[in-house]
Structure formats: C-alpha cells, structure tokens
Nanobody, 125 residues
C-alpha cells in the first residue's frame, strides 16, 4: 500500500508559479513507479497533465506543455510538478497518482492505482 500526500497548492496571480509536491510512503523503490499529475476543475472531466515513467521519460498534455515540468526525487520518494506561466484556466484541484510498473519499465499502465487527496490551485487573472 502506498499513501500519497500532496502539498504546495494555493492562490497565485496569472503569470506566476507554484510547485506541487507529492510525498509517497512505502518500501518499494520509488523509481519503479509511474507518477502522474491530474487536475479537475469544477464541472469538467479529470485531465492527466503530466506523466513520468520509471525510466524518467516525461510527457505532458497540450494544455500545459512548455509551462509545467514533472520531476521526482527518488531518495525523498517525492513527485513534483513545477507550474510556470500560470493561467486562470489552470485553476483546478490537482491530484498526484502512482502505479508500480517495475524498475526498467519504459511506459506506464493506463490506470493509476494510488491517489493523493488533492491540493487546490487557484489562478486569478
């Protein structure tokens, strides 16, 4: 079982930056997990915005590409989402998720198994 705890959300003006953190419990090597960040705005479907594979390959949704960066610190068992040039449309609840894929897995399973409780990001224009 893995418990994920997000932090770092808050309110910021458009053009500003925030860094979200997601601390993971557990004993399995953190580098064997796929990490994802999702967001969900009121009245909208949940959107996957960033993914990092066990090999460290990253991918982003078109809506955040070039502005957001997903990363991880395996020693601290923490997943990060650096968000720059924030826009009002980035306002949402942000969730981290993790799924064990294996130490050398080149890709990630479709579904995420472990989820954090979410952290609110509000961007004012």
């Amino acid at each position: 079982q893995v418990r994920l705890v997000e932090s770092g959300g808050g309110s910021v003006q458009a053009g500003g930056s925030l860094r979200l953190s997601c601390a993971a419990s557990g004993s399995a090597p953190f580098s064997g997990y796929c990490g994802r960040w999702f967001r969900q705005a009121p009245g909208k479907e949940r959107e996957a915005v960033a993914t990092i594979t066990p090999l460290g390959t990253t991918s982003y949704s078109d809506s955040v590409k070039g502005r957001f960066t997903i990363s991880r610190d395996t020693a601290k068992r923490t997943l990060y989402l650096q968000m720059n040039s924030l826009k009002a449309e980035d306002t949402a609840m942000y969730y981290c998720a993790a799924t064990w894929a294996g130490m050398s897995a080149p890709g990630c399973p479709r579904e995420s198994k472990y989820w954090g409780q979410g952290t609110q990001v509000t961007v004012s224009s």
